[in-house]
């Protein structure tokens, strides 16, 4: 492989605003993977954020590069999944496995595709140092055959529409804007670019806590429970961000509420294979030597936390800490308190991206 922007890239980034600035680039923020892709003919290399390859993780994205993008490119995007549902980022997770006979299954029976949203370089030349307007021009002319695999995000200088799309794309499970200043080159790994991302609060049941792995007695994080209408809980997300002075004096405050899990709602012996619950004894997909077994708690305190969105019945990051909340009983912690975003289709943001 020979390009005029070589691999590995680490992706250029953006920061978080609270608005949407004016006078840039609009784009919806996709929730899959940070990818960038290099071909060279009938070499094709997909990047991620950290700079590892992905590309055994979707050989149907392979055989679409050499069928739809041009002879020599190096192109920033978003691997995604569309469902019905819009995005499915645990879809994407679940390749990220080691036998390539499960990889080619899912990749048979959920597709991925590919959104482009920077060019670094088409040919010979390299468009790092171009401005982004002129990099976006040159994308969309690039990619004007593409399809049905690759796609070009969406983009508009009008602020109007920004705003509508921040709200509108979120029924479809998209993260929210990005914003890119038309004047801007590309700088990998330098945080550049504006991100305006959702953010809502919720009162949860802390129903157990896993310890600090640089200490015994202080919280890594707080698992977090929300009741469903059947008055099962549901396990929803963590908090994680805390203070280390924080982890310890929770440590202590939290011994009294230490349960045994037979009389603890998730009982990990008791619960049927196959639902999605913290267990007693689990490991990382992505850290095979991560330990995420757990310490139950009666499931008594109630804390404020911050979060974008849901995924499913989980938050889909991890939330942070607002507030406890004394006042509030933990069986009126339910999910009607949630705001739901209006159900938007991928097909009605890119035309052509739907479920396959």
Request: hydrophobic fraction near 40%; charge should be negative; include cysteine.
């Amino acid at each position: 492989m020979e390009l005029p922007v070589m691999p590995p890239v680490s992706p250029m980034l953006a920061k978080s605003v609270p608005t949407v600035p004016p006078g840039a680039s609009y784009e919806p923020k996709w929730d899959g993977f940070r990818s960038i892709c290099f071909r060279d003919g009938d070499e094709v290399e997909l990047g991620s954020r950290n700079e590892r390859p992905m590309t055994r993780y979707f050989p149907e994205l392979l055989a679409a590069c050499k069928a739809e993008l041009p002879e020599r490119c190096v192109i920033d995007g978003e691997i995604v999944i569309a469902t019905a549902h819009g995005l499915d980022f645990e879809a994407l997770q679940q390749r990220i496995h080691p036998a390539a006979s499960r990889i080619n299954m899912l990749a048979e029976k959920t597709p991925a595709a590919f959104i482009a949203f920077d060019l670094l370089a088409l040919g010979e030349n390299d468009y790092t140092r171009r401005p982004f307007a002129e990099r976006r021009a040159a994308l969309v002319d690039a990619l004007a055959g593409s399809g049905p695999s690759i796609h070009v995000t969406p983009a508009t200088t009008d602020l109007g529409t920004a705003q509508r799309w921040f709200e509108e794309f979120e029924g479809a499970g998209l993260d929210g804007i990005v914003a890119k200043p038309l004047t801007l080159t590309y700088q990998p790994d330098k945080r550049v670019m504006f991100k305006i991302k959702h953010e809502r609060t919720a009162d949860c049941v802390v129903a157990g806590y896993r310890v600090h792995k640089s200490s015994d007695d202080a919280i890594g994080s707080l698992l977090l429970g929300l009741y469903k209408d059947d008055g099962t809980l549901a396990s929803v997300g963590v908090i994680g961000a805390l203070p280390m002075a924080e982890r310890r004096r929770l440590f202590s405050e939290l011994q009294p509420l230490v349960t045994t899990f037979d009389n603890h709602p998730w009982n990990w012996a008791a619960h049927e294979a196959g639902q999605r619950t913290p267990r007693k004894n689990e490991f990382s997909r992505w850290n095979a030597g991560k330990d995420l077994s757990f310490v139950p708690l009666r499931p008594e305190r109630v804390v404020e936390v911050r979060y974008d969105y849901m995924e499913g019945e989980r938050f889909r990051h991890t939330a942070q800490f607002n507030r406890w909340r004394p006042d509030r009983d933990p069986r009126s912690c339910t999910y009607e308190q949630l705001e739901r975003p209006i159900t938007f289709s991928v097909g009605e943001i890119v035309p052509g991206l739907s479920p396959r």
